[in-house]
């Protein structure tokens, strides 16, 4: 059994902040604290992940921002491990995007029919980065396959565009290699 040391409060707003900070020391410090916490304490980041899905959010929207904007490379190179460790961490339950009901400002699930927390319907709510199942007309994800509500097929299979699993970009489905990051996209068959 595994005694599980959650984040305290302290640590979580130091996260964070180090995220957000202008100074390029204080982000790598807290890019390599969160490597740390993937290693040494992976059940303290899935604990909040369960507990405080906002908090993990918004860390992971701070990586993803120096990621994008940071001119360091070094940082980018941090964000980058520290996201993929982040991703191992948390596996099948990775946050990629939080909805909020419009009633009480609770999380929601699309694929739920009504808020867990006051009981309002979700049919009645707007998501703009949702689309409605042409089938149902409730509300789906863009890479559901099917709609959760009615099992209508949104991606037909001549639809589906390959993508690199480590820069996310188009990539054609005769390559070996990612040519923008190196990611190997094919095992070779001997």
Request: charged share 25%; hydrophobic share 35%; net charge neutral.
């Amino acid at each position: 059994m595994v005694t599980i040391v959650p984040i305290n409060e302290e640590e979580r707003a130091s996260i964070i902040n180090g995220l957000k900070s202008s100074v390029p020391a204080t982000k790598l410090i807290t890019l390599k604290k969160i490597v740390d916490l993937t290693v040494l304490r992976p059940e303290s980041l899935q604990y909040m992940e369960m507990t405080d899905k906002m908090a993990i959010q918004r860390i992971i929207s701070g990586i993803e921002r120096i990621m994008e904007y940071d001119i360091d490379e070094v940082l980018k190179r941090e964000a980058s491990i520290a996201l993929e460790k982040l991703k191992l961490t948390l596996g099948s339950k990775f946050v990629q995007n939080l909805f909020y009901c419009q009633n009480c400002n609770g999380v929601v699930d699309i694929g739920w029919e009504n808020c867990a927390n006051c009981g309002s319907s979700l049919a009645e709510m707007e998501f703009p980065e949702t689309k409605p199942c042409p089938n149902c007309n409730k509300h789906t994800s863009e890479n559901w396959n099917n709609c959760a509500h009615c099992g209508f097929q949104l991606i037909k299979e001549e639809d589906k565009i390959q993508k690199c699993s480590g820069c996310k970009r188009e990539v054609d489905p005769t390559w070996m290699v990612c040519p923008y990051c190196g990611t190997r996209l094919k095992v070779s068959k001997k």
